[in-house]
């Protein structure tokens, strides 16, 4: 059986995150892999996008892989599908990353396992900016395909 942290957690999670990857972002704006980042940088968020296909979005670099980027990140959002997870999941402990959240539909119980024997906080299975506005944080992001 499938479970979430609890809300305690991920109310959390967002009050102590300020850097997200998002692995798999997209430039198209009809996609939710561009616009839940968005709505995430326009509530205050720093997002870092990880796509080997592009050299910026969001105003920002674009990097190939999670092991490409320079700095520190708090979360890893993943727009991928499951089969990426592990390897992603991998990666989020390689960065030290705090967080590894598989975005709404991702399921993946070896990316789960690696994530919790790597210390990090995992959700699944959950859109980053509708949970963000389930919890009153936000208005939410718009609707899309």
Same mark, same amino acid.
């Given at each position: 059986?499938?479970?979430?942290?609890? %809300?305690?957690? !991920? #109310?959390?999670?967002?009050? *102590?995150?300020? $850097?997200?990857?998002?692995?798999?972002?997209?430039?198209?704006?009809?996609?939710?892999?561009?616009?839940?980042?968005?709505?995430?940088?326009?509530?205050?968020?720093? $997002? $870092?996008?990880?796509?080997?296909?592009? *050299?910026?979005?969001?105003?920002?670099?674009?990097?190939?892989? %999670? %092991?490409?980027?320079?700095?520190? !990140?708090?979360?890893?959002?993943?727009? #991928?599908?499951?089969?990426?997870?592990?390897? $992603?999941?991998? @990666?989020?402990? @390689?960065?030290?990353?705090?967080? =590894?959240?598989?975005? =709404?539909?991702? &399921?993946?119980?070896?990316?789960?396992? !690696?994530?919790?024997?790597?210390? =990090?906080?995992?959700?699944? *299975?959950?859109?980053? +900016?509708?949970?963000?506005?389930? =919890?009153? &944080?936000?208005? +939410?992001?718009?609707?899309? *395909?």
């Amino acid at each position: 059986m499938r479970t979430r942290p609890p %809300l305690a957690e !991920i #109310r959390r999670i967002y009050a *102590d995150s300020h $850097i997200i990857a998002v692995v798999g972002a997209s430039p198209d704006p009809s996609k939710r892999a561009n616009a839940i980042p968005s709505y995430l940088r326009d509530q205050g968020y720093r $997002i $870092i996008p990880v796509n080997p296909n592009h *050299d910026e979005m969001f105003g920002e670099r674009c990097y190939p892989t %999670l %092991l490409d980027v320079p700095e520190p !990140i708090d979360v890893v959002d993943v727009f #991928r599908p499951a089969e990426q997870a592990p390897e $992603i999941a991998e @990666q989020t402990v @390689q960065v030290g990353a705090k967080v =590894l959240w598989l975005q =709404l539909g991702i &399921l993946s119980d070896e990316a789960a396992e !690696i994530a919790a024997a790597g210390g =990090l906080s995992f959700v699944e *299975d959950h859109c980053m +900016g509708q949970m963000h506005a389930m =919890l009153g &944080l936000g208005p +939410g992001p718009p609707h899309t *395909d």
